[in-house]
């Protein structure tokens, strides 16, 4: 995907991990995420709808994502209403070279979302409840995979590396925090 190639060459000029954008398709409005925190890469794409449908894609190297959706075809092609309600065929391959075409080319401040926001969109992070970060806490034998995972995802690498060197965990709060990290 072309775009997201040059999104992440002006991303590492800023320098930021993490853009948030808008694509229509048809009258479907999604939130994406484009984060280079993980790896691979993860673009996520949430219909802005009434009951959200979520859908995540790992970007492989050269800006690749699958466009087999396998299970998943049904549900994206319900949410645009093709097929037998629209009398169109849908095609993932024209859906992702329309995604590819309105992903920005140049990055932005402005267009970082906060952790809380990030928890919002993906609907793959444990404990979407809890999206504010509270406070550290040894806990156990030290943080869980999920919880590495969660603190990668909505605080970046340096949130993740301090939570592995101190072997705490991050806890997460329901309501808003005045958290060192927000």
Same mark, same amino acid.
């Given at each position: 995907?072309?775009?997201?190639?040059?999104?992440?060459?002006?991303?590492?000029?800023?320098p930021v991990d993490i853009q948030q954008f808008r694509?229509?398709?048809?009258?479907?409005e999604f939130a994406c995420l484009f984060s280079v925190r993980e790896a691979p890469f993860v673009l996520t794409l949430t219909?802005?709808?009434?009951?959200?449908v979520f859908f995540r894609f790992d970007v492989q190297r050269g800006y690749r994502i699958d466009v087999y959706l396998g299970e998943r075809y049904r549900d994206l092609r319900d949410l645009l209403f093709?097929?037998?309600? #629209? /009398?169109?065929a849908f095609e993932p391959t024209?859906?992702?070279?329309? $995604?590819?075409?309105a992903i920005p080319r140049t990055a932005r401040t402005a267009a970082v979302p906060t952790a809380a926001?990030?928890?919002?969109?993906?609907?793959?992070?444990?404990e979407r409840d809890r999206p504010w970060f509270d406070r550290w806490e040894q806990r156990g #034998? /030290?943080?869980?995979?999920?919880?590495?995972?969660?603190?990668?995802? $909505?605080?970046?690498?340096?949130?993740?590396?301090?939570s592995v060197e101190a072997n705490k965990s991050s806890i997460w709060s329901a309501v808003p925090t005045r958290g060192l990290w927000q």
């Open positions: 995907m072309a775009g997201l190639r040059a999104l992440h060459a002006s991303m590492r000029g800023l694509f229509e398709a048809g009258a479907v219909s802005r709808t009434r009951t959200p093709v097929d037998g309600r #629209s /009398g169109k024209t859906f992702f070279a329309e $995604l590819d075409r926001a990030i928890a919002q969109l993906r609907h793959d992070i444990e #034998s /030290g943080p869980s995979r999920r919880n590495l995972a969660k603190t990668l995802a $909505l605080l970046g690498q340096e949130a993740r590396d301090f």
